[in-house]
């Protein structure tokens, strides 16, 4: 998880956009952004995932019951 966060940020700071600008700040302002909003994206892709696997769980639970 944390590898992929770290990859996102790489290639975020390495994409056409960032480079034109020149203002340092408004980078790194950007990054703080993306950053976050990285980070939210994986944590609601975690918890889907969490939930999906508690679905299945309890769909093998009811089949090992039956």
């Known amino acids: ?6 990859v996102l940020y790489m290639s975020n700071f ?11 700040s408004v980078i790194s302002t950007l990054h703080k952004y993306l ?5 939210t994206v994986t944590i609601v892709n975690l918890s889907t995932c969490f ?9 093998l639970r009811n ?3 039956k």
Do not use: A
């Open 35 to 39: 950053l976050i909003i990285t980070l």
């Open 14 to 24: 390495h994409s056409p956009i960032n480079r034109n600008l020149k203002s340092i």
């Open 51 to 59: 939930n999906n696997c508690q679905i299945f769980g309890l769909e």
């Open 63 to 65: 089949l090992i019951k």
């Open 1 to 6: 998880m944390i590898i992929e966060i770290k």
